[in-house]
Nanobody, 123 residues
Framework: QVQLVESGGGLVQAGGSLRLSCAASGGIFSINVMGWYRQAPGKQRELVATITSGITNYADSVKGRFTISRDNAKNTVYLQMNSLKPEDAAAYYC??????????????????WGQGTQVTVSS
């Protein structure tokens, strides 16, 4: 079973930086898309950034401040967050759309989520 393990969240002052990491493991043939989503209290989960085959996509609210990257050899995705704002505070979740095997059966697309890592930005 695929597991996504996130790290790198924490408390930072407005204007500061954080780097999130997410490593995927277990039963993976390849990863189609990796991305980051966030959810603030009382709000719906929203897309932050995705990366596939080197193509990146960002929410308008983070363009120019956040950078997503990926190490395919390590099945790891990163999110470099600069110039953080109080409105960036949320639980950040890693997502991976995976090709893999379950009990020896191949599947071409299945979504997995990390447990979430908290980002707090003080003003």
């Amino acid at each position: 079973q695929v597991q996504l393990v996130e790290s790198g969240g924490g408390l930072v002052q407005a204007g500061g930086s954080l780097r999130l990491s997410c490593a995927a493991s277990g039963g993976i043939f390849s990863i189609n898309v990796m991305g980051w989503y966030r959810q603030a209290p009382g709000k719906q989960r929203e897309l932050v950034a995705t990366i596939t085959s080197g193509i990146t996509n960002y929410a308008d609210s983070v363009k120019g401040r956040f950078t997503i990257s990926r190490d395919n050899a390590k099945n790891t995705v990163y999110l470099q967050m600069n110039s953080l704002k109080p409105e960036d505070a949320a639980a950040y979740y890693c997502n991976a759309n995976v090709r893999g095997y379950i009990s020896g059966t191949y599947y071409s697309s299945r979504d997995y989520w990390g447990q979430g890592t908290q980002v707090t930005v003080s003003s």
